[in-house]
């Protein structure tokens, strides 16, 4: 159910949390309209002191999930980062083998059109594994071990292939395991308990006004909801509306 939060489209993930938080809110009201018609005053009203550390407690949760979803996601986007200049570093340095250059730069540019056509999909879908490896990144790989070296120049040169192909596996093999990436169940569970355990405080402390209690849990739900969504909505980073795209390969790619 998280992983299809996290995949989910941006529209289609707003409706289920606004759904879930006002179903809450809404069984709150429910409860307190009941107990006062049953005349049952021990639901309240209580002192509106207990919604601060239930409120700090939910907004330390949030925060705690949020810095972890934002630091997957800058992980995430630094290990395309790394494999666009990585890729774009065998590009310029097989300028120094004029015979071999056209080869890799063909390799290289499947190998790009492979990853937008088939990896990002899959890691969108949470379905990218390690199993596969990239196999004309690895035929450059080997290519570049193969090279006549003639000049102190181009032995250089070869050294530096030889690094960029391998950080550009290494930066491959990050995103793909970053795709994976999610909120752990429990601790989106645990949030949304709190939540409703916030809600509850908010209208134990308005239920002698239903009116005033019913427009309380609007406001606060609708606030939690928001913090809600925008933390599901971030928690996959190759997808969803915030989802990194494959741009700055697409940059690189030899033409």
């Given at each position: ?28 009201l ?14 309240g ?92 990144l ?53 949030l ?33 909801a ?30």
């Amino acid at each position: 159910m998280v992983a299809w939060l996290g995949h989910a489209p941006l529209p289609l993930l707003t409706l289920v949390v606004f759904a879930a938080v006002y179903l809450a809110a809404a069984l709150v009201l429910a409860v307190l309209w009941w107990a006062r018609r049953q005349g049952i005053e021990h639901l309240g009203p209580l002192s509106p002191g207990l919604l601060s550390p239930l409120g700090l407690i939910f907004g330390l949760l949030v925060g705690f999930l949020v810095a972890d979803v934002w630091a997957d996601r800058d992980d995430a986007a630094a290990a395309v980062s790394r494999e666009a200049s990585a890729l774009r570093d065998v590009d310029l340095l097989m300028g120094a083998f004029p015979a071999q250059q056209p080869e890799v730069r063909r390799l290289i540019a499947e190998q790009i059109d492979q990853y937008v056509a088939t990896e990002w999909p899959e890691m969108a879908g949470g379905d990218a594994t390690l199993t596969i490896a990239p196999s004309r990144l690895v035929a450059v790989q080997a290519r570049t071990l193969t090279l006549p070296v003639t000049t102190e120049g181009q032995r250089v040169a070869q050294d530096r292939l030889v690094t960029a192909v391998d950080q550009a596996l290494e930066a491959r093999r990050a995103r793909l395991v970053l795709s994976g990436s999610a909120i752990d169940p429990l601790r989106l569970t645990a949030l949304y308990l709190v939540a409703v355990t916030t809600l509850a405080a908010m209208g134990a402390i308005q239920a002698d006004r239903l009116r005033r209690a019913g427009v309380a849990l609007f406001l606060l739900a609708t606030a939690m909801a928001l913090a809600l969504t925008l933390l599901c909505a971030q928690a996959a980073p190759f997808a969803g509306y915030f989802a990194i795209d494959p741009e700055l390969l697409v940059q690189v790619r030899p033409t």
